[in-house]
């Protein structure tokens, strides 16, 4: 269930202070219908105290949010069964197997059995059979993975999923993260693991003293970036000519390479090497974490309580 433009997730200068400390401030998201959506910030931006909102685990100091086509306060229970939740910091049933609890959670959600729950779990390689307490830190977070998709939510919710995954078991995680959005389902994927957001997601937003920072595919947030050019030429060339370009912000030189900082288009830049013989050209997109690093680099404010 979704509303006719698509969008699954809407919020509208959504507010949350703890007494003195704020959590997030006018913060205004849109999620639409089948993207996998990056929700980005170091540990105490505010990424989760958006998640306990959308979820109306807690109460916002002023604004709104919307899910599903619905306030977040007033959803109806039958909507909220279509949320799959993975918390970040999970408690479960220590004395309950893994699939004893997932009968449990589907009971609760009125299935008639347990859905994709085998299939994930063997995907995942997720004992079932073992007490919840005897489970690893890592064999843990895929039983919560496992509750949060086993029965095709319209909406997962995921907060810092592939804690305590090992790099195979991440990898089909994507994996399956890429078949929800494939399936026309939607993920609202928090982390501060950029590498996971950037193997998965469509869109993304990065936290900053509690705001977003920026909103953006994340293909369009890359190009925005910084990038490094390495020209080799057969013979030392003049720098000067390069750092007056309108897309150059710095030239660094060694013997017969200059390494130049671009932003935007790089026509100018062929143009001028063109003149000259060109032996190789190296260029380096900035990944994600760099071009978190550029939003981040002066900020040390603590934001609050919310992570």
Same mark, same amino acid.
């Given at each position: 269930?979704?509303?006719?433009?698509?969008?699954?997730?809407?919020?509208?200068?959504?507010?949350?202070?703890?007494?003195?400390?704020?959590?997030?401030?006018?913060?205004?998201?849109?999620?639409?219908?089948?993207?996998?959506?990056?929700?980005?910030?170091?540990?105490?931006?505010?990424?989760?105290?958006?998640?306990?909102?959308?979820?109306?685990?807690? %109460?916002?100091?002023?604004?709104?949010?919307?899910?599903?086509?619905?306030?977040?306060?007033?959803?109806?229970?039958?909507?909220?069964?279509?949320?799959?939740?993975?918390?970040?910091?999970?408690?479960?049933?220590?004395?309950?197997?893994?699939?004893?609890?997932?009968?449990?959670?589907?009971?609760?959600?009125?299935?008639?059995?347990?859905?994709?729950?085998?299939?994930?779990?063997?995907?995942?390689?997720?004992?079932?059979?073992?007490?919840?307490?005897?489970?690893? %830190?890592?064999?843990?977070?895929?039983?919560?993975?496992?509750?949060?998709?086993?029965?095709?939510?319209?909406?997962?919710?995921?907060?810092?999923?592939?804690?305590?995954?090992?790099?195979?078991?991440?990898?089909? =995680?994507?994996?399956?993260?890429?078949?929800?959005?494939?399936?026309?389902?939607?993920?609202?994927?928090?982390?501060?693991?950029?590498?996971?957001?950037?193997?998965?997601?469509?869109?993304?937003?990065?936290?900053?003293?509690?705001?977003?920072?920026?909103?953006?595919?994340?293909?369009?947030?890359?190009?925005?970036?910084?990038?490094?050019?390495?020209?080799? =030429?057969?013979?030392?060339?003049?720098?000067?000519?390069?750092?007056?370009?309108?897309?150059?912000?710095?030239?660094?030189?060694?013997?017969?390479?200059?390494?130049?900082?671009?932003?935007?288009?790089?026509?100018?830049?062929?143009?001028?090497?063109? %003149?000259? %013989?060109?032996?190789?050209?190296?260029?380096?997109?900035?990944?994600?974490?760099?071009?978190?690093?550029?939003?981040?680099?002066?900020?040390?404010?603590?934001?609050?309580?919310?992570?």
């Amino acid at each position: 269930m979704t509303e006719a433009n698509g969008v699954v997730v809407r919020t509208r200068g959504l507010t949350k202070s703890y007494g003195t400390k704020r959590g997030i401030v006018d913060v205004d998201l849109e999620v639409h219908a089948g993207e996998i959506f990056g929700y980005l910030g170091p540990n105490g931006s505010g990424k989760s105290t958006t998640i306990r909102l959308l979820l109306d685990l807690i %109460r916002p100091t002023h604004g709104t949010a919307e899910v599903l086509g619905h306030d977040a306060h007033n959803a109806p229970l039958e909507l909220k069964r279509q949320i799959g939740f993975l918390p970040g910091e999970m408690a479960l049933y220590e004395r309950m197997t893994g699939r004893d609890m997932l009968r449990y959670f589907a009971y609760l959600r009125g299935m008639s059995d347990l859905g994709d729950a085998d299939s994930l779990a063997e995907r995942l390689e997720a004992d079932l059979s073992r007490p919840i307490r005897a489970l690893s %830190r890592g064999n843990k977070q895929k039983v919560g993975i496992v509750q949060a998709l086993m029965h095709r939510p319209a909406l997962a919710i995921l907060d810092e999923p592939s804690s305590g995954l090992d790099p195979l078991v991440q990898q089909e =995680f994507y994996r399956i993260l890429r078949e929800v959005r494939a399936d026309g389902r939607t993920v609202f994927l928090s982390s501060h693991v950029l590498a996971e957001v950037e193997h998965t997601a469509d869109r993304v937003a990065i936290l900053r003293q509690g705001h977003p920072a920026v909103i953006s595919g994340l293909a369009e947030l890359k190009a925005q970036a910084l990038r490094k050019i390495e020209l080799y =030429f057969s013979a030392p060339v003049s720098p000067q000519e390069f750092s007056r370009l309108p897309s150059v912000r710095g030239v660094r030189v060694e013997n017969s390479m200059l390494e130049l900082v671009v932003e935007g288009m790089v026509d100018d830049i062929i143009k001028v090497a063109s %003149r000259y %013989r060109v032996e190789n050209v190296i260029s380096r997109e900035q990944d994600l974490e760099e071009v978190f690093l550029t939003y981040y680099h002066d900020n040390t404010e603590d934001v609050g309580e919310g992570t």
